[in-house]
């Protein structure tokens, strides 16, 4: 059985990614980075799979698109 993605915060990314804060808002901004997503009136989050896929290949990462 496939596990469900998890979302995580953005203490996390920094942890995983190294990037500061600023980074990756502009990244996000450039297209080369995911998208967060709101998770509650005052929260965001990303799919952990997407933030694995860029620390993986992190210059040609381009979102993927997701089937709802």
């Known amino acids: 059985m496939r596990q469900p993605d998890r979302i995580v915060r953005l203490k996390t990314v920094l942890a995983r990614t ?5 980074t990756i808002y502009r990244k996000i901004a450039e297209g080369t980075f995911p998208a967060q997503l709101k998770i509650s009136t005052n929260g965001t989050g990303w799919h952990e799979s997407d933030i694995n896929r860029w620390i993986a290949d992190p210059v040609s990462w381009r979102p993927k698109t997701r089937v709802r």
Do not use: N
């Open 18 to 22: 190294g990037l500061s804060r600023s």
